[in-house]
């Protein structure tokens, strides 16, 4: 669906990306919104939000040499957002049920791409 329309990138470690999609298959062979589940897919999704902040927000101000006051004052402001979000995803997910769990593993995986050949 997101290739039929224009869309942005944020690049992530492969570690991550090999955790990810292998994190989002247990759990889809498990199909229980359970505790676990939703612990680990709690902070898979953490992760995948620090990286996509750090990409948006801090990347630029990295390539344009920001000062590392301005930088500071940015990270600072990133770990407010990324305090906000823990606690709205958390709510979220603790109401999950089993048909939920599979859409949101659909959405991880359609947003997780490999590297184009180059």
């Known amino acids: 669906m997101l290739k039929q329309q224009s869309h942005i990138v944020a690049p992530i470690p492969d570690e991550l990306r090999t955790r990810a999609l292998y994190t989002v298959g247990e759990l889809r062979e498990r199909g229980k919104a359970d505790k676990e589940a939703i612990d680990k897919l709690y902070e898979l999704i953490v992760e995948l939000t620090e990286e996509g902040l750090d990409f948006f927000f801090l990347e630029p101000l990295r390539r344009l040499k920001a000062s590392s ?3 500071g004052m940015a990270k600072m402001g990133i770990s407010s957002m990324l305090k ?8 979220v997910l603790k109401k999950l049920d089993d048909r939920s769990l599979a859409a949101i593993l659909d959405f991880i995986e359609e947003i997780i791409h490999e590297p184009e050949a180059g």
């Open 69 to 71: 006051m301005m930088l």
């Open 84 to 91: 906000g979000s823990k606690m709205v995803v958390h709510k």
